[in-house]
Every structure is written in structure tokens, then in C-alpha cells.
């Protein structure tokens, strides 16, 4: 998968060869970027209190909020992954934080709930230009690297997820439209630091020659091996959100308090965030795969043991630290896998923020044919099929013939 397409190769300046990505600044700038696209998706919830008294919105209509946000990730994700054909990567990053800056703005200032939803979406705009812009260049600019700084950059996310609620938690969640705008403000001084960003990124083809670890990908199995892998992240980002919004459910269904449900809860995000920290070193000296494989494993296992009633908060708190390096993880295994695809990390990326959306409403579903108590077994068999689906990604990714 080729992250600069030819027409750029054509246009950009060329960079020595040994140059780096990312400057030390830049990379400093991208790891708050994330803390920022963590919190924006995480602020949408705890405002809803908010927005639904000051525009009179049902539950379902107030939760288009994030919908919209969601939906317009994906439709970034997709959108700037075609623009790196004719924008440098300056100009990408720089677009998706000013599209986050207008859309946080107008949501904070709407009038009326249909523009709140216009401004929604390109916020979401801006989150997926970033979310993919930054995940893709991190994933080849830090050769052996690049898996530990791919973990590291996701960790920041996890932050933001963590501090957006307690921000308005702390304001209240009337004061929403301060902390959108604070948010639009903090995007800007990013813009400052994009000079630290090279504007032509190594190929992923590039960047790995030197770094290969003597895998290749049968050219009759690359569109089965593509598609493994987007089903990989479709049900691992569905178990992710699985927990989150459906652990203080089964927690108080199995006799916990709703204050140790919710503390639980917020225990496995914070679990999720300081995995991606502890994997990084370990990125170093182990291969992506082999952290996936016990990533998944140990996923399943916890999953398992939270329908114990006496084990499930410590359990959960296991699935978040285990399910924390499968995102990033994956990304440099994919461009070592099939450098050759270059819409490969798009397609990942969109199908995480897809499982994301669609978890809810199909666990919701199966929830109401076998009951609150069937959270972890539902979960746990998704969990399996992620382990299935890393197996044999292991056997297919074939070592290559020597030459």
C-alpha cells in the first residue's frame, strides 16, 4: 500500500532519502492532535443532557449527534486518502484540523439542531483526515519503530477519550458550547508545527525494504488477506465499543452498584490507554503479529472469565489492556503484508469507525434474544473469531522465497 500515489511522487520535492517524517515537534503535535480527536468523539455524550433541553430532542435524535460525527469520520477517511494523490501531506493534516476547528465552532454557536449536525459531520471530517493521515504516516515513517510510535500515538487518543467527560463533567454539561469552542481554539496552534511534517512520506514499500522481516503475501491471496484484515478490525473495534457501552449494563445485572459499574467502566478505558504505553517497548524486540495473536488470545480469555459474577470488573479491565495494541499494532503488519495496496490503511481505518458505529444497535439486538447476563459470551465468541482471523493471517502472510 503506497500512502504517496504517483501523481505526488511526480510533484513533491524530493527529501533525502535518510530524512526523517516527523520532527521531534511534529511528533509532539501529532500526539496531542490525538489527545484532541479522543476527546472530541468523547465529548458528544456527556453533552447530550444539554442539547436535548436546549433544542427539545428525543434520545434518538440527540444521539445523532455522535452519529454524525461518525459518519463523517468515515467520509474522511476515505475523502483525504484520495486527496493524497494531489495535496501534500502538510496541506492534509492542515485541512482535517481547521475542518475539526469549524465543525467544534459551529457546533458550539448552532442555532437549531440541523446545523449542530451539519457542524457534527465536518468536525468528523477533520477527525478522520487526522485519525487516517496520522496512523498512516506513523506507521512508515519510524521503521522498526513504527509499531511502539503507532501504540504511542494511540494512547494519546485514549487520554482525550478519558478527559473530554471529565471536562464537562467538571463545567457541567450546560457550558458544552465553551468547551466545543476551547476545543476549535486548541486545534489551531497545531497548524504552527506542520512545518515538522516532511511532504513526501517513504512508501510503505520504502520504508519497509530495509526493515522487511521476510514476509510477503501470495499475489492469489491479497484481496482474501485484505479482507481478513478489515474484518479484523471491524469486530475488534466492535468488541471495544461492546464493553464500553454495555459493561455498566451487565455489571449491575450481576448485582454491582451503578457507582462500581461506572467506575469499572472507566477503569477499562483506562486500561485500553496504558496498554498502548506498556506495548510500545515491547513492539521493539516482538513482531506485530506475534502481539496480536497474544492480544487476541488474552482478549478472549477475559471476555470468558467476566460471566463469572465475582471476576467480571477485573476481567473487563483485562479486555481493555489486551484489546489496546490491536489497532495500532496492526497497521505496519498490513504495509509489510501488501505494500502493494495502497488503499489497504483506508479501508482498516473506515472499517474500525464502522464497527464502532454498528455495535451498538447489533449487540443490542442479539441482547434481546439471550439476555444482559450473555454480554461477555457474545463478545467473547466475537473475540474468538478476531483470534480465527489473526491464525490465519499468520499462516497466510507466507515467509518469502529466497532469491
Not at 512545518?195 to 514499500?205: I, N, Q, S, T
Not at 454491582?256 to 469499572?264: C, E, F, M, N, Q
Not at 489496546?324 to 472499517?351: D, M, S
Request: with cysteine; aromatic share 8%; net charge positive.
Amino acid at each position: 500500500m503506497t500512502d504517496q500515489p504517483t501523481a505526488q511522487r511526480v510533484t513533491a520535492p524530493q527529501a533525502a532519502p535518510d530524512a526523517p517524517v516527523f520532527s521531534t515537534a511534529a511528533v509532539v503535535a501529532s500526539c496531542v492532535g490525538f489527545v484532541l480527536i479522543g476527546a472530541l468523539q468523547a465529548l458528544y455524550g456527556p453533552a447530550i443532557p444539554a442539547f436535548r433541553e436546549e433544542f427539545g430532542l428525543s434520545p434518538s435524535a440527540a444521539g445523532l449527534g455522535l452519529s454524525a460525527h461518525f459518519i463523517g469520520g468515515v467520509a474522511g477517511v476515505l475523502l483525504f486518502d484520495r486527496l493524497y494523490g494531489r495535496l501534500s501531506n502538510r496541506q492534509i493534516l492542515g485541512a482535517s484540523y481547521l475542518l475539526m476547528a469549524v465543525g467544534a465552532a459551529g457546533f458550539a454557536l448552532a442555532p437549531n439542531w440541523p446545523v449542530g449536525l451539519a457542524a457534527a459531520l465536518f468536525a468528523g471530517l477533520g477527525f478522520g483526515g487526522i485519525d487516517y493521515g496520522l496512523n498512516q504516516l506513523f506507521a512508515v515513517g519510524f521503521g522498526r519503530r513504527s509499531t511502539a510510535m503507532l501504540n504511542i500515538l494511540n494512547a494519546h487518543f485514549g487520554i482525550g477519550a478519558i478527559l473530554g467527560p471529565a471536562l464537562i463533567g467538571a463545567v457541567g454539561s450546560e457550558h458544552y458550547p465553551a468547551v466545543f469552542l476551547g476545543f476549535a481554539v486548541a486545534n489551531l496552534p497545531l497548524l504552527l508545527c506542520l512545518r515538522g511534517v516532511r511532504d513526501r512520506a517513504p512508501e510503505p514499500g520504502e520504508a519497509m525494504k530495509a526493515e522487511a522481516d521476510g514476509r510477503s503475501v501470495l499475489g492469489r491471496s491479497l484481496g482474501s488477506v485484505l479482507a481478513v484484515f478489515v474484518a479484523l478490525y471491524l469486530l475488534h473495534v466492535g468488541i471495544e465499543a461492546g464493553v464500553g457501552g454495555w459493561e455498566p449494563t451487565h455489571l449491575e445485572t450481576v448485582g454491582y452498584s451503578a457507582g462500581v459499574a461506572a467506575t469499572a467502566t472507566s477503569v477499562y478505558w483506562l486500561m485500553m490507554t496504558l496498554g498502548r504505553f506498556l506495548v510500545a517497548p515491547i513492539a521493539l524486540r516482538f513482531s506485530a503479529q506475534s502481539i496480536i495473536m497474544v492480544s487476541c488470545a488474552g482478549m478472549t480469555v477475559c471476555l470468558l472469565l467476566a460471566a463469572v459474577p465475582g471476576l467480571a470488573p477485573y476481567a473487563y479491565a483485562g479486555v481493555g489492556l489486551f484489546i489496546a495494541p490491536i489497532f495500532p499494532t496492526g497497521l505496519p503488519w498490513l504495509n509489510k503484508a501488501a505494500p502493494q495496496a495502497r488503499r489497504a490503511g483506508a479501508l482498516v481505518i473506515a472499517a474500525s469507525m464502522v464497527g464502532g458505529v454498528v455495535a451498538g444497535p447489533a449487540l443490542g439486538k442479539a441482547i434481546e434474544w439471550s439476555g444482559v447476563r450473555a454480554v461477555p459470551l457474545l463478545l467473547g465468541v466475537i473475540s474468538a473469531l478476531c483470534l480465527a482471523a489473526t491464525l490465519w493471517l499468520i499462516r497466510t502472510i507466507r515467509p518469502a522465497a529466497p532469491r
